[in-house]
Every structure is written in C-alpha cells, then in structure tokens.
C-alpha cells in the first residue's frame, strides 16, 4: 500500500502501520510532541482519497473530522490514501530551504579567520585512583589535579557532581572534562565525558523565529551541519505577532503556554534531528539562540510585558550562560545555552546575529542591513559605528495574514512571472512540488507584477478588466493563481491581502529612511546593502524595488543573504572569538525609537503607494514606467 | 467531643471534622507529605475505643486495618475517641527535647563573639526608573548600579531573573538585594525583597540524624529561635543503619527513594512551622544542614555507594553553596543550602558541627567529644590538632533494634532507678506522660541497674531469681518494665536488647581507646569530655561508666550537651565568620579508619563484658562492686 501526499510524494505503508510513522520511516516529520501516542493532538493530517481506520480522533473537534482531518499517529491505512499535511503540523527536517544562502557553512566560517573554539571547553584528565592511604573525595581529588593543571578554581554545580562519580570510576579515572569560562574568568565545570561515553561533540544553533522556528545540528569537531530542521513557531495559536503575543503572556498560564510552545518546537526538532542520526542526549554539548527581544524572553519565560509599554524596556538585553536545564530544552541538562544579546525592545539576538553574518561590522564600508521576517529591523553602519531601528512591518513576508500566505518550504510559490502577450502567470514552486501556498517571495514578484502589467492601480486596487483571474472573493475582489485539481485548494491573493503587503513595504522603506535621516546620510552613501528574511531561496531584489519595498540603488550592491540569525547563530557556536565579536556589536548598535518619530510617520504614509507618492526617489522605477 | 491521647492528652474535635486537622488545630502535627489529602498514607493512627466514620483507608494493608489503624484525614469523630499516634507519625513541633541543653540559643550564639552575618547579604538598592531615553534593560540597570555600588561583578541565575523584574516595579524601584559572596569573592545574586514583599528573614538549620530529623527555624535578624520540629528520619523504612541504606540506595530507584524520603521529612518540618508561625516560603533565605557523609550524599542525591566499599570514598566533603531549587526544599527556590563538610566516609558535617558546638578547638585543653548517635564519632584535640574516627556503634541508643526503644521525645523512659530495697524500678518519662518505650539514656540507666543489682552477669544475661519481672518472652529472656493498663503495650528489654546495647557500648569504649593510641594520649591527659547525642535532656555519665561505655574520668570533668550537629548548624547559619571555623576544623581534622585497625578488633572484644573484661580500667567502678 502507499501513502501520497498532496505535494506528490508517494510512500509505502504497512498495513498495521500508523501513518505517523509511516511517514516518518520516510524522512516525513509531523510535529508531535507526544512522541505519537494519541496524547497531543499536533499531528493532524487531512485524508482525501482512500480507506483507513481510526483507532482515536482524540480531542479533534467535530468540525475538523467532518472535513476528514485525523490524527496520523492513531491512523491506519487500509487501501492507497491520498493525503494532505497542514503545513502547521510539518515538521521540516534536512530542508534545503531552512539552509538558505549558507549552504557550505564549514566554508563561510573559514573566512573569518578564527579557530574552531566552542562554548564548552574539553581537557584530558587523569587522576590515581583513591587508596587506603590517599582517601580524600572524589571532589577533592579532581580539584587537586586540576589545581596541578591551572585549572583552578572552578565550580561545580549540583547537576555536575550528581553524575560525576560514575563517570570517573567507568573511566577508570581517565575521562575528559568540559567546562565554560565565563567573562570574569570563572570556570565552570559542565560534565565528564570518556572514551565511548558522551566523548563525540554536537551543537545546536537555533533561530525563533516569530513565524519560523530553525535549527541546525552541528558538529562541534569540524564545523559540519549533521542536519537542519524548520517547524512553524506553535505560538502563531495564540498571536500572529509580537504585540499580540505580549498580550497573551500577561493572560492567566499565557506566559507559561507561550513558553511551552517555542520549547516544545525546538525540541521536537532536536528530538527527529537525534533521532535520525542516533545522537544521545549527553553528546549535545551547547546551544545558540538567536531570536527578537520578545521571542528570547519567551524562551526564557520571562515576561515581556514591559516591551510593549513606554518606554520599552526589556528585562534582559545581555543574557547570562544559562543551563539547559532551565531551558527545558532536551539535551545534556548541564550544556550551557549562549542567547544573542539584544540591543533594545524591538532589535533583538537575531538582528545582532544577522550583523555578524554580514560581517558588515568588520568592514569600513557604510552598509544597510534589514531583515525583514514578522518585524523588519534595519542596521546601517560599518566598523566604526553601528545605528538600528525597527519598523513593524508585520508577518506577511512569511506567509502570516495572507490567505494563501506560507513560509519559503515545499509547495511555496517562490517566483511568479507573467507572460507579456497574454498577462498570465507562470510560478515556480520550492521543490518543484504542486503548490500549497505562496511565500514572500512570490508575494513580491506578483505585486511588482501586477502593478508593472497594470492589473493593480497605485493604490493596490485591481482594474478587474485586465485580467479573467480576477474575481469577486468572498473578503472582495481577488486575483485566481492555481486551482488544484485534486483538492480544490484555490491560491489567491485578494485586495486585502495586497493591502496588507502595502503596509508592509511602505513601513519597511520609511524605517530605511527615517534611520538614513537620522544618521544624516543620502541614500547614495549606502556602499551595500544586505538583505535577510525568510524569502528563501530567492528574492528579485528589482521587484522590491519596483514595488517602493527597497531603496532605489544599483542592484550589484545588494546581496541577499537568507536568514542571517540562523548563520550568526552557528558561528556563535563554533567559536568563542566570534561570541566576543557578537558583544562587541551588540554594544556598539545605537537604537533609535521609530515610534516616537514624527518623521518616520510622514514617509510611512508617503509609501502607502505603488512605489511611492514621490516617485522622483524611484529613479530606475519611472524609467521602466514611462517606457511601457 | 474529644480526642485522647494514651499519653493522656485531651482535645476537642468537632463532628466533620477528621482527626489529622483537630490534632493539627491543637498543636499535635501527624507527618502526612500530600497535606492530609488521603493520597501518603502516613498519618497513621490506632483507634483505640470510641466510634469513628472512615471515609478511606487509602492503601491501607489489611493487617493494619485489623489493628485499628486508620488514615487521621480520612476518619471523622462520631463520639469520644481514644487514639495512639505511632512513633513514626507523629511530628514534633514545638519539641523541647529537640532544643536539648542549648535552650538559649541567642547566649550561647553571644559567646561566640561573632557578628550576626547570615549567608545571604542584604543591601538597599534605589534605581532610577527608565525613560525613553533611559532605555537600557532592567538588569543592564540593575547592574550599572551595583557597579556604582562596588558590588560588580555579581552573577545572576535564571531563577534570579525570572522573577526580578516584577519586584522592581512592586517596589517602585526601592528594593533589597538579596546575594551571597563565595570563597573565590564571587558574589551571586539570589533575589530581591521590597518593603512588605519578604522582608522579614528567617533560616532553618537542620540536622539530619540516621535515626532522626531535627530542624530549627531561626529568626536571623536576632537569632531567636522561631520553632523547632524533628521526625524519625523516614529512610528508616528502608533500613535502620547506614550501611542498609547505601545498599539500598545501589537498587532500582533506591537512591530516588531515599533521597525523597529524608525530603520529605525536612518539608513536612518546614510547612508545619511555617503554617503554625504564618511564614512564607519566600521569607526564609538560607539553610545549613548537618549531617554524616551518608545522609549528606543521600540529602543531595548523591550515590553513596563507594563509602561502603574500601578505601571508603565519598564523592564530596566540602559541598559547595548549591540552592533550595536543587535540594527540593519547599523555601525561597534560590535559597543557598550551606552543608556542613564531611572529614570522610564515617565521620561527616554533624561531627564537625559538634565541634564548632562544643568550642573544642579554640581551647588549648585537651579534650575529648564524642557524639553518641546512630553511630559513635569521636574527635580528639584542641585549638592545634584534631584527630577523630568512626566505631560504628548502631542505632540502637536511639531506639532502633531495641524492642520497646524509641527516640527522647514525649514518653520515652528517660530514666531508671531501682529501689536498693525491694529492687523495683522507677521511671522517669519525658512530658509526664504515661510511657511508650524507652530511650537511649534510659537504657543506659537500666543496664547499669542491672548490671549493679546482680539482675544480669557480666556477660548480660538474666539471672531469673533476682526479679520477678524476668519472664521468657517471645525471644527468649525479658525484663518487664510497664504495662499500659488502657492498650496492653508492654514495655521490656530483653536479652537481645542488651546483646545489642552491650555490642554498641563496647564499640564506642574501643573507639575511644584505639583513638587515644593513635594520638599517643593516656585517658588521664584528658582534660575535657563533651558527649553529644540523642540522648534528649538526660545523661547519667556515672552510669555510663559503670557499663564501661564511657572511660572512668573524674565525672566533672564531663559534659553533656545533647545534639550538638543542630546546634552547630544554627551557630553556622548565625555567622559567616562562623562557617569560616567549620571550614578550618574539617580541614585539621586527620582521619583515623578504625576498621582497618587491629588495635580496634581486640579493644572492641576486650569490652563485651561489663563493664570491661579489665577491670582494672575502671577503678572507680571496681570500687562500687567491691563495697558492695
């Protein structure tokens, strides 16, 4: 028997075989945290063809199992199904797309220059072991050794001693310790490992993303990326957004559900990562977070309350080295978790780590940086001088508040060109997949495309005569991509969808202005210009600025470098250099507060238009318009 | 309607009410580590007469069942009761005998000479609160002050950080700083208190006997002493030495069992203080434990296994300053836990906590402290040697293995005397109650008695004509001392009680010899003798000689005083300084293993007469018996 999917993968099943680890065996992840027993109710997955049985629906609610969504893990197939995977319950694992631009990322570490020097340092020890007549405790003898070592002193944690004894009478006293070294030249003992006991060393960089949650499985021994995984941040239940989010921690256990969420993400992430690879716990010996203000507070249950409030004030910019521990993150209790220092409420560990992926910081070029995810954060500066601000460009680039919207995975309509005689539209889809949905990319190339072929007006309205895929939708007029054949499933984009890209673009160019303004610089003093987001593989920068999203500058000085956090962050764990570099950027960022500003208020509305109200400051646009 | 108790106690409880919260409202605390919700099953009770409605046995064995044993909150009054509380539930609370000889603490805390310095410092903080163009976080705030303060660096914990925010704001900016400063000047936040918010400050001490649990609870800006509690140490369940216990602790969940057990206990002591004095958690700041090796590895989770087994290891003695979160004490969760340090496997923290109590080693005096608990410890030296050792002694002069023995609290036999006349005993009960079994000093009483009057020979065994209390009992001879007219209990030694108690004397006297052997001293160069232990209010040393357990020194020269392990952990909790004493007497302390000593063997032989198979070394006692 075989299972398809909707994106036409085709599996085998076995007939007494659920169809959650059916998949799985195929390299499938569905999210589940209850590790598929029926308990969580996450691996929901909707069957369109084919007989199977149910053994439990569990809590699904009556109107998802009339429109023949099922549990997969309490699923069995009797025939050939036809199914469809939510794209909240996938969980991406080995996902091109989560890998961005950095694809060989051994390479791109090299060309900093630095050392491999993880978080979490490793000494050989030896000690003789105890006797009648040198009886001192265990402690005291690994203490006198490492005194003898220069080594000392170091502290040693509860966690660290509960398991230490064993691991040194197994060893036969011969066994390996790793421990931190924190600013102030304090040691930290972390765990013991020995020959054949914990001794290979993995890492884990994480980006959270407000939309997206990304990890990458790294060895610590050379630098290689064993696996990456993407999952849907399962705080979008509870809030698209940052504000909203805000909001919801400060309802009843709203902060506590917050935080199991994004933990829950990351570690069933690390648990299919482990999984596939036969990784322990233990060998998992340190992790970098890089999130926004908000999302680091999350993961950290703290409440972030008081970023949404004047005057914006976070409760921790600079993290200390936490334990996973008290993370609850699933890997060696003891493994110490290094969070990207944030800057101000709304510039956090991701922009920071998105600096040192730019390596604008270490150049006297002045460049721009912005990343544009579910915020959009911008950096202008060089190595001299760094100055940020943050314009809430809201979550539509990532596929949050667009009816077909999805993030840049399989089945995401990347690039949409329309055909000059006929004015229809051809996409291209990630993984060459049917598509599922269209990711900010493809968002921007329709746009551009619409206004350019004159389907929209500047305002983003449709001129429905233009086109026979533009239609009366049932939230107004609306513009027909792709109807799939086999499940009904229409992509579209709307006027209100549009509208909400509008904002979105125009919010994005005002923040570049207004910070432009406020370091009393031209638009032409911009040397490069780095791009970052959840795009994918792609983003035709000509089109943003078609559509007034980016500055009008030549386009050979812009590079698009993918998602910057998840980059910066696996530099952060491969070398303690470039986590003294992470500090020294994050220090060196001057915030400027957007929304105190009158100025960026006046451009904002000056770019709620297709390419702005100015189009003196879209020289390249005019040209290409005044030539049609 | 009342309750009474067979130690003739009255108290009024009312028709719906259970019998643990009557007892609870009259001051008489059952342990029960689920609250008294039906689910432990140790509120244990025996209903005598009277007519009782038990809505649950919970797990209740039938045999117990059978016996009139009930769970005290699951069963209603429906008229008068009589009830006995089992040894094992009853927790003390308000106990005098746990204060033993230091009933003024604060005096004898004064004769120190030492400031009050409790563990955790306290210093007043005002912040300016944050504007807009103040922005920086609020532990970047936090920190700039501290600095300006002279108290940077300071480390601050997860735990720390979670909750610091909010008391910030509370308290408007104007709080207490709550930190403790390591051996290495390392100093580490804890949390943060505010006018109204925790400010009251309260430690508890804890000693953590084989047998039994004592803690205080100490008002550390004064040193009162808030309330004391004390529990039989629930391990016993699983064994009543140590030696059991560490080969329990190597079976399934052993360890986890045993380290819960002891937890349990602490926290039942805790809550019942805390309740009964309208503490909370959060209020109390620092707790020192005292305990011996084992206890102090089982405290803490750590696998005793390797101080059974020669060379005697154990993992830690000097334990480093771990918190309340990791020990699972229900106080403040950042708390600092100061655990006593150990010298090695047999002599642990109470015995250096002993010393620190009996002042020893800032006297040139030579002197001699012995701690006479589940096991017999012994130091020798003064203010510039210390030599100490282990004969383990067994639990049986705190009431384990001894049919009818029991700890020195209400209703225990304290003391015997017989009647020179007619040679018929008289008792000596703590609290005047009608007695329930006998302690350690009244055990001491008793053999001496017997031994003196010709009721046993020097071997210890009966000798029938000499009382008609004699009878054969179900394990071979007995000595009847009380019969309870209203329960039947009968209260006897037999001879495998004096087998034990005869065992246990000899090895102490042997210790106490070998030791003084090692160290090149005679029994005359002893100036001082402290004896420490269980023994409640009441020691008869003259007695105690005269069963050749404690050498034959002029009995001025002697001092009893009680527990000295608890005293020694208040002394510690009072003062920093303090705790700088402990550190130097464990490290003058030179160990001495008595089990690899033939010296020791044939001391311990030569003593399992009475009082001594020489005679000779008892001059004082060889003169009684030849007056006689």
């Given at each position: 028997m075989n299972i398809k999917l909707t994106t036409d993968e085709v599996f085998p099943i076995e007939g007494d075989q659920d169809i959650y680890?059916?998949?799985?065996?195929?390299?499938?992840?569905?999210?589940?945290?209850?590790?598929?027993?029926?308990?969580?109710?996450?691996?929901?997955?909707?069957?369109?063809?084919?007989?199977?049985?149910?053994?439990?629906?569990?809590?699904?609610?009556?109107?998802?199992?009339?429109?023949?969504?099922?549990?997969?893990?309490?699923?069995?197939?009797?025939?050939?199904?036809?199914i469809e995977i939510p794209k909240q319950s996938r969980l991406m694992v080995g996902d091109k797309i989560a890998l961005s631009n950095a694809e060989s990322l051994q390479d791109y570490f090299k060309g900093y220059g630095v050392e491999i020097t993880p978080l979490v340092r490793r000494v050989h020890v030896e000690l003789p072991p105890p006797t009648l007549s040198d009886n001192i405790s265990d402690l005291d003898r690994l203490e006198r050794r490492l005194q003898e070592m220069g080594l000392s002193p170091m502290r040693f944690s509860h966690g660290f001693v509960s398991t230490m004894a064993e691991t040194m009478?197994?060893?036969?006293?011969?066994?390996d310790i790793n421990y931190i070294e924190d600013d102030h030249c304090l040691r930290q003992a972390i765990f013991l490992t020995s020959e054949g006991f914990c001794n290979r060393r993995f890492g884990i960089a994480v980006d959270i993303g407000t939309t997206t949650v990304v990890a990458y499985m790294v060895n610590l021994l050379d630098g290689s990326l064993v696996d990456s995984g993407s999952t849907y941040n399962s705080q979008i239940r509870y809030g698209d957004d940052v504000i909203t989010r805000i909001v919801y921690a400060a309802e009843g256990n709203g902060l506590g559900d917050l935080r199991n969420a994004v933990i829950e993400d990351i570690n069933n992430i690390i648990n299919a990562i482990r999984e596939k690879h036969n990784i322990s716990r233990c060998e998992i010996d340190s992790v970098v977070i890089a999130g926004n203000t908000t999302m680091s507070h999350l993961f950290w249950g703290l409440n972030p309350a008081s970023i949404r409030e004047e005057p914006y004030i976070p409760t921790v910019n600079r993290f200390h080295l936490?334990?996973?521990?008290?993370?609850?993150?699933?890997?060696?209790?003891?493994?110490?978790?290094?969070?990207?220092?944030?800057?101000?409420?709304?510039?956090?560990?991701?922009?920071?780590?998105?600096?040192?992926?730019?390596k604008m910081h270490r150049s006297p070029e002045i460049a721009l940086f912005m990343d544009i995810g579910t915020n959009g954060e911008i950096v202008i500066g060089n190595n001299e001088w760094l100055m940020t601000a943050a314009c809430s460009a809201g979550p539509c680039f990532e596929g949050s508040g667009i009816s077909s919207g999805m993030r840049a995975t399989k089945g995401a309509i990347e690039e949409v060109t329309f055909d000059p005689i006929n004015g229809e539209p051809s996409l291209?889809?990630?993984?060459?997949?049917?598509?599922?949905?269209?990711?900010?990319?493809?968002?921007?190339?329709?746009?551009?495309?619409?206004?350019?072929?004159?389907?929209?007006?500047?305002?983003?309205?449709?001129?429905?005569?233009?086109?026979?895929?533009i239609r009366e939708g049932e939230n107004g007029m609306e513009y027909v991509f792709y109807a799939d054949p086999q499940t009904g499933r229409e992509i579209t984009l709307s006027e209100v969808d549009i509208d909400n890209l509008i904002r979105a673009k125009a919010a994005i160019y005002a923040g570049i202005n207004t910070l432009l303004n406020e370091a009393g610089l031209s638009i032409d003093m911009i040397q490069r210009v780095y791009i970052a987001g959840g795009f994918g593989n792609y983003l035709n920068v000509k089109k943003?600025?078609?559509?007034?999203?980016?500055?009008?500058?030549?386009?050979?000085?812009?590079?698009?470098?993918?998602?910057?956090?998840i980059t910066g962050a696996y530099l952060a764990l491969m070398s303690s250099e470039l986590i003294k570099e992470v500090e020294d950027i994050a220090s060196r960022m001057t915030y400027i507060e957007l929304s105190v500003s009158a100025g960026f208020m006046d451009d904002y509305m000056s770019a709620l238009f297709?390419?702005?109200?100015?189009?003196?400051?879209?020289?390249?646009v005019k040209s290409i318009l005044q030539g049609m």
């Open positions: 680890r059916a998949l799985k065996k195929a390299g499938i992840y569905i999210s589940a945290s209850c590790g598929g027993r029926g308990l969580c109710g996450k691996c929901k997955v909707r069957i369109i063809e084919g007989d199977c049985e149910v053994i439990s629906y569990g809590n699904l609610p009556a109107k998802e199992r009339e429109q023949g969504i099922v549990l997969a893990c309490k699923t069995l197939a009797k025939g050939d199904l036809l009478r197994l060893s036969n006293w011969s066994f936490w334990r996973a521990s008290s993370a609850r993150l699933a890997i060696n209790p003891q493994s110490p978790i290094y969070t990207m220092p944030c800057v101000a409420s709304y510039v956090g560990g991701d922009i920071v780590s998105g600096v040192l992926a730019s291209k889809v990630i993984g060459d997949a049917h598509p599922l949905g269209i990711c900010g990319s493809g968002m921007i190339d329709a746009l551009s495309g619409f206004y350019i072929n004159g389907i929209i007006n500047q305002k983003g309205k449709f001129i429905p005569e233009k086109s026979k895929r943003a600025i078609s559509i007034g999203m980016l500055p009008d500058i030549e386009e050979s000085k812009y590079s698009y470098l993918g998602n910057t956090s297709l390419p702005h109200t100015d189009i003196d400051r879209f020289p390249r």
